[in-house]
């Protein structure tokens, strides 16, 4: 079992920014890919970013490119998504994740453990 717990969501005006985290815990993440994905009202939950926890090469999601960065800290076993420029459409739950497949890290199914969500809630 993997053990992840978000943190950092928050109100912030368009334009600012947030730092999200996720702590884990469990089993070696060493053969993981680490994932962010948000849920708007509504709304399916869509892959935001993800990045190999060994390699650390990283995919970002055309609507965030530019604006956020997945990155972690193996020594910490935390997974950060950095947020910059954040838009009203941004608003969601945001969830970390952890896969332990080979490919489709795209997919929400591919991913066999969740953490609990936190909002990030932008004014326009």
């Known amino acids: 079992q993997v053990q992840l717990v978000e943190s950092g969501g928050g109100l912030v005006q368009a334009g600012g920014s947030l730092r999200l985290s996720c702590a884990a815990s469990?089993?070696?993440?060493?053969?993981?890919?680490m994932g962010w994905f948000r849920q708007a009202p509504g709304q399916e939950r869509q892959l935001v970013a993800h990045?190999?926890?060994?390699?650390?090469?990283?995919y970002h999601s055309e609507s965030v490119k530019g604006r956020f960065t997945i990155s972690r800290d193996t020594a910490k076993n935390t997974v950060y998504l950095q947020m910059n420029s954040l838009k009203p459409e941004d608003t969601a739950v945001y969830y970390c994740?952890?896969?332990?497949?080979?490919?489709?890290?795209?997919?929400?199914?591919?991913?066999?453990?969740w953490g609990q969500g936190t909002q990030v809630t932008v004014s326009s």
């Open positions: 469990g089993r070696t993440l060493s053969s993981y890919r």
């Open positions: 990045i190999a926890w060994t390699r650390g090469n990283t």
């Open positions: 994740a952890a896969s332990n497949r080979i490919a489709g890290w795209t997919m929400a199914s591919n991913y066999d453990f």
